[in-house]
């Protein structure tokens, strides 16, 4: 689908760590998914990858999860490398990256969209029973976080839906390692298939199960032939 003129100018002015083809991307998958039900994403920050995700949901009219609970990662606390005193609440002297994010919904005329859920990523799924089309990883980057979010989700995951990671770095040279050890794990568990990335974000979409047709087999068939 042609995206010019879809997605808000404004974008490239989020703050987010999000490039714009992975977003385009992210827009693209989405829309495909809406097909099969609604879009989660772990991890939003300030809304950058939300727009992008919201936008496709917009136009299919199904709703977008967020989770965040909006405290930043480690490297954004105050003194650490990411810090950035615009999300400072000077009241609690926490970040608080929800009205930054809320801002930007409200921009991208998505309030009627996006459902934002402000927790931590287990205790939304604790209760979890909607049915996704596509599932968005990019909130906490240790092993253990990725791990977690992936468990918490994919059961949730339509066949043929869609799991997308954030920050698959193959060269370690160029980022930490986590979702990509996470992302060769699930891999490996034969319930996904790999579709080609889009710079650091890595895309699996879960197998459809096989139809085998029982009547298709003889009822006296040799030992060694299996349906
Ligand atoms: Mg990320």
Redesign the pocket.
């Known amino acids: 689908m042609e995206t010019k003129g879809v997605i808000p100018e404004f974008i490239s002015e989020v703050k987010g760590?999000?490039a714009e083809e992975e977003g385009l991307k992210l827009f693209e998958l989405a829309f495909e998914a809406c097909l099969l039900g609604p879009c989660l994403e772990v991890?939003s920050f300030c809304g950058k990858s939300t727009v992008y995700l919201g936008i496709a949901c917009k136009i299919k009219g199904k709703t977008l999860f967020t989770i965040d609970y909006h405290r930043g990662s480690e490297e954004q606390q105050p003194g650490q490398t990411y810090f950035d005193s615009d999300l400072l609440d000077s009241k609690t002297g926490l970040i608080d990256s929800f009205p930054c994010f809320r801002a930007t919904i409200q921009k991208a005329g998505l309030e009627e969209v996006v459902v934002p859920m402000i927790s931590k990523s287990h205790v939304a799924a604790r209760d979890w029973a909607i049915p996704l089309g596509l599932v968005f990883i990019?909130g906490g980057h240790s092993y253990e976080a990725v791990m977690a979010d992936y468990k918490c989700w994919y059961p949730h995951l339509l066949p043929g839906g869609f799991l997308v990671f954030?920050?698959i770095f193959l060269d370690p040279s160029k980022g930490g390692q986590a979702p990509y050890e996470v992302y060769k794990r699930v891999l490996a568990s034969g319930l996904f298939e790999a579709l080609p990335m889009t710079n650091t974000l890595g895309v699996l979409r879960r197998h459809r199960p096989m139809v085998v047709k029982k009547q298709a087999c003889r009822r006296h068939r040799p030992e060694h032939i299996s349906c």
């Open positions: 760590f999000l991890g990019d954030h920050d």
